[in-house]
Structure formats: structure tokens, C-alpha cells
């Protein structure tokens, strides 16, 4: 997905980094305001157990398909209402039900009717982030997924997996410049493609892999790591309000939506990371209680921290360093890139090596 400051693009540098401070043995990895989770990804990869955490149910999704699942998905359950899938060897089955989902006829439920021109033309405001054709297929797909699950014909693992695969699958035909805080009047190119339900990617791993969806403030009070790695918002701009389509479509739970925009109330998954009064008491108090052995934060010259704000903190736990990387600015965010004359920034990657373990 092209998630607003995605490590992806720095998985290398990240890597590097990390190794050089902690060495290459096997470490449980938590990178606690995960989003797509590429960043765990790259070490559930490369062996290493994880645990992920985000404040998004989607990113929830994502990451419980991506790090939890670890074994073939079996779909055994669906045997029944798909006769032909047994005769399926396994590793084809994920892949065979994805395509059942895809052929379904579309239905004009919750995404249609809110965010798709067809359902809402006739009221006060006219959305139109999906095509009528994909918002309709979606909600097919979405209410499918959602029966199967509730008859307990899908397991968790299951159920994560088609969400995540939807999730990653619409993303791709919306009609947007980037995020979902407008929607463009007229559809796209890629917006009038028809959605593929493309089947998300699965990595085996025989090591156990945490998920949470939690205020990292909070969750660090009950768990306890080894190597953290942080890479909280850098601006005032959330991820609630930027993403709040997919969350809907996540949590298909019916929401009232306001304005122009449909946003749902998502006043309880606002970040204090995003904004200027709160983002250092919050780090302070978060650097303060973790109880880890290396604490690593990504951030970026242009964030609400400033360099010293953050060396002072993170020494406070101990031993302090920084690794640094020119960057290609987030390309898709055009907003935000008319008001930058720079299209480079400098990724720094912090770390402490934590002394005083409580
Ligand atoms: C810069 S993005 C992380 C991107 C991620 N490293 C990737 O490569 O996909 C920041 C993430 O922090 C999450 N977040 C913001 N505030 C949080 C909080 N207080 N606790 C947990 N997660 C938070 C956001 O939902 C968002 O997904």
C-alpha cells in the first residue's frame, strides 16, 4: 500500500543501522506504530520473532495477516460451500477463494451508499471515492467475508487474510490524489479499472508473532522488548482522518459520517504524536517507562521534534547515537509536497542503548 511515510524504501538503511548497534543474532523485534508492518515484515523474513501494535484497525488487519499468519491457509471450513476446493492442494486455496470473491456480483450496501457517486447523488453531499462498479463489488465482498466469518466457516488467520487482501486490493482503485482526506471529482484511470481481489502475500515463520491495537503510550506500561523500533506520526497530520475510508471498510461497522468528506468519528484514535502542545510530554513519557534493551526512532528533519528535543530524551535512558539518510520526499502526497521546496529530507534514525533497564 502506499502509506504515508512507509519505510519501505528505507528497509535497507534500517536494517544496516540496527545490525551495527545490536549485532546480527536473533532478537525479538517491536515495531509499535507499525502501520503497513514493512519494517517487521523485513525481520519476520529474515527470522527474527516480532510484535507489531498500531492505533488503526486496518493496520491491525494488515499486520495480523502479515505477521501472525505464518502457516498455509487451509480454508477448510469453506469445503462445504465450495466443493471444489478440496480437490485444491493447499498452498493454491487462499489464492481459489480470493477468486470466488472476485466473481461475486456487486451490492449496494455501506460503500456504495456513502462514498460512491451512485448512492450518493441524491444527497447533500456527492462522494465519489470508488467507482459505483468497485464500491459495490466491494461491499459484496466485505459482507461475504463478514457471513462466512460469523457462521465460523473462516478462521481468524482466514478471516485476516481476505480483509488484508481487500484492504490492499481497493486501495489500489481509489480515487484519490494519495490519502483519503478528499476525493477527486472526476475518476482516475486507475479508479475506473475494475478491482482485482488480489490475494495479500503470506510469509511463513515458525516464530510466535505478537499483534496489538493500542495507544503505544499504553501498551508499553504491560509489555516488555528487546529491540524497539519506533516511527511514530512527524506532523499534525493523522492517520485516522487520512485512512479513514479503509477503516470503515476494515470495521465495516455501520458508522455515521459527516461532511463533505464522510469522516467517521475517530476522536479516539486521535495521536498526540501529531500534535505540537502534546508530542514531547508523549515521547518523554514513553522513552521514560519502556522497558527495552535498544530503543531506535525514525524521524525526519522537518517533524514536530526537533534533534535536540529528541537527543535529550532518549539519553535520558542511556547511551545516545543517530544514523542519517537523504530521502526522496513522499511522492504521492502532493499537498503537502507545493508547500516544500525541497524534494529530498534527511531520514535520521535514533537510537539508545538502554542502561537503566527498569
Ligand atoms: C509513519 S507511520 C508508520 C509507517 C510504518 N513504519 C510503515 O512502514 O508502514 C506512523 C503510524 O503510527 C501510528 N500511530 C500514531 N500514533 C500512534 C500511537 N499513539 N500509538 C500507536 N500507533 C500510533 C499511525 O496509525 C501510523 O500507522
Known sequence: MNYIWSKHSLLKFIHASIE????ADRFLVSDLCAGTGAVARMYKELGHPTMTNDLQYYSYVLLQHYLANSEVLMFSGLESLLDWLAERVPEDRAEMVCLYLDQLSGMQWFVYQHYCMGGTQWGEFHRQYFSDTNG???????????????????????YFFLLASLIESIDKVANTASVYGAYLKQLKKSAQKDMVLTPALLSLSR??????????????QHTSHEVVYL???????????????LETIARYDDPVLRG?????????????YC????????????MQNI?????????????????????????MRGEYGVFEQSYQRYKADKTENRNHKKD???EYLHRVKVEDRS
Open 207 to 220: 516464530q510466535p508473532h505478537q499483534v496489538y491495537q493500542q495507544d503505544i503510550n499504553e501498551l508499553i
Open 231 to 245: 516511527d511514530p506520526p512527524y506532523n499534525h497530520r493523522q492517520y485516522s482522518g487520512n485512512y479513514h475510508v
Open 275 to 286: 500534535s505540537r502542545v502534546h508530542v514531547l510530554e508523549e515521547f518523554h513519557n514513553l
Open 260 to 272: 463533505k468528506t464522510g469522516m467517521r468519528d475517530c476522536s479516539d484514535q486521535k495521536s498526540k
Open 136 to 158: 459495490a463489488r466491494c461491499d459484496a465482498i466485505r459482507m461475504q467475508i463478514q457471513e462466512r466469518y460469523n457462521e465460523k466457516m473462516i478462521t481468524d488467520g482466514e
Open 291 to 315: 522497558d527495552a534493551q535498544y530503543v531506535f526512532l525514525s524521524y525526519n528533519d522537518e517533524g514536530l521534534m526537533s534533534l535536540d528535543d529528541i537527543r535529550d530524551i532518549m539519553s
Open 344 to 346: 529530498r529530507t534527511v
Open 20 to 23: 551495527q548497534v545490536v549485532g
